[in-house]
């Protein structure tokens, strides 16, 4: 059973109850973001962005689900770029109370199936906080290898922050693919 599904607006309330929920646990992982971030209005918002953002075909959004259908997280296909590059930048999260069961490791390897297949991509990449092992390991299980360091990337939690920069390529070996 696939571990994604196509996002959806109907997603909105399950997400904000998931971003409110996880509000701790994901804020050292994640930009500052304003309380209406985490509202059923601001995910009906968020969610119809991303939709107008894939109708684009700038972004591939999807949500991470559970065999019994039940969204548990968000995986996305950010920045895609077409012509010479043909490449996007992945960004994912799954709820603290279904970490450690491969659902992760699940979606991203889904998620770049899809951008190597459908999406006609060359290249994903993907960049982590440099002590998040956790999700390091969920890149390289996917065939994801380090290629660097970003000094001061991105600003996560309130400060700029150092990332270590992974990617995996179409013509890459793969794990079980």
Do not use: K
């Amino acid at each position: 059973m696939p571990t994604t599904r196509a996002l959806h607006p109907d997603d909105a309330p399950a997400l904000a109850d998931l971003l409110r929920t996880n509000q701790e646990f994901l804020a050292p992982f994640e930009p500052e973001r304003p309380e209406e971030w985490f509202t059923l209005a601001g995910q009906h918002a968020s969610v119809a962005a991303a939709l107008a953002q894939e109708r684009a075909g700038s972004v591939a959004a999807r949500v991470v689900v559970t065999e019994d259908g039940r969204v548990v997280g968000w995986i996305i296909a950010s920045g895609i770029v077409r012509g010479a590059l043909r490449s996007c930048a992945l960004g994912y999260w799954v709820d603290e109370a279904h970490n450690g069961r491969g659902l992760a490791t699940a979606a991203v390897g889904e998620m770049v199936d899809h951008a190597f297949g459908p999406l006609g991509l060359h290249r994903v990449q993907a960049e982590t906080l440099v002590h998040n092992a956790a999700s390091q390991r969920v890149l390289e299980r996917n065939g994801f290898t380090r290629y660097g360091l970003a000094p001061g990337y991105l600003q996560i939690a309130g400060r700029w922050q150092d990332h270590a920069m992974y990617q995996v390529l179409a013509s890459d070996e793969r794990p079980g693919r």
